[in-house]
């Protein structure tokens, strides 16, 4: 979207009137279904960028800085990082990580099954407190960790952008014990299909198979014309069947004359006869 809107604007000033008229009409077409500054674009298109750990928030402020003013860059900013907070405390609010303000001492039992908080002072001298200090600072730790598990994300360095077989599903899924909550959201907004093309194509196709005089196709039976539609249309799977390698056709060749010209022979003959 950035390079499509930096290209209009770009040719927009050009010095071809033919040229320059063409770039301001499509860029008015730019703005009338993605807006002039992204404001008709769902924010979630941001945040899946936001989460492919190439980029982070460092990219698409980049993009921004070469299409709009500062000003404006840092309030998308701030809007997409406001929304990814959003996200985060509404996930985080149906997760089973719970904030602690301390650790009570209620908690850590002497054996006696009795405990008190700590501000108790009639078993403090039963607690062991190199154990009790030991659970304040990890769960201090927890806490500091599910607070903050956003500004870690954003503040840890970036992905090598130099692996071209990159899988940022497969990067989410080994590296969610690190962001748990973030991850969660990760499977969740990237799992969004970036377009209703593929699904308008799919239901057009549909149309066409189930008509009024061919109704009563069950969806199994429906599924297989349709995916066998899109495989027999495919490019590579056609290239496949056309045109074999060097080596299958001279094993073709050699099946068909060790076995081809027999059987010829043999259906000549029962035609004959």
């Not at 807006?35 to 008709?40: I, L």
């Not at 730790?141 to 870690?152: C, R």
């Amino acid at each position: 979207m950035a390079k499509v809107l930096i290209h209009l604007k770009s040719l927009a000033t050009s010095s071809d009137d033919l040229l320059r008229k063409m770039a301001e009409k499509m860029e008015q077409k730019f703005a009338k279904y993605w807006g002039d500054s992204f404001d008709q674009v769902n924010m979630l298109l941001f945040v899946a960028n936001v989460l492919d750990p190439r980029c982070k928030l460092e990219f698409v402020t980049f993009c921004f800085s070469s299409m709009y003013e500062s000003r404006k860059v840092e309030e998308l900013k701030s809007n997409i990082k406001e929304l990814l907070m959003k996200l985060y405390n509404s996930y985080i609010g149906g997760s089973d990580v719970r904030n602690s303000g301390g650790v009570c001492f209620g908690d850590i039992h002497d054996g006696s099954g009795g405990g008190a908080c700590a501000g108790a002072s009639s078993s403090i001298m039963s607690i062991d407190l190199f154990s009790s200090f030991k659970m304040m600072k990890q769960s201090s730790n927890d806490d500091i960790s599910s607070k903050n598990d956003v500004e870690k994300y954003l503040t840890d360095a970036n992905e090598s952008t130099s692996n071209a077989h990159f899988d940022i599903l497969t990067w989410w899924k080994l590296n969610g014990h690190r962001y748990p909550i973030l991850s969660q959201i990760a499977k969740d907004v990237l799992a969004i299909p970036v377009s209703t093309v593929a699904s308008e194509s799919a239901f057009s196709t549909g149309g066409c198979v189930l008509d009024p005089f061919r109704s009563s196709l069950t969806h199994k039976t429906v599924e297989s014309l349709i995916c066998t539609q899109n495989w027999l249309r495919s490019t590579l799977l056609g290239e496949q069947i056309i045109q074999p390698t060097h080596e299958e056709t001279e094993f073709y060749e050699v099946i068909e004359a060790e076995f081809g010209r027999p059987i010829v022979a043999q259906q000549e003959q029962a035609a004959e006869e």
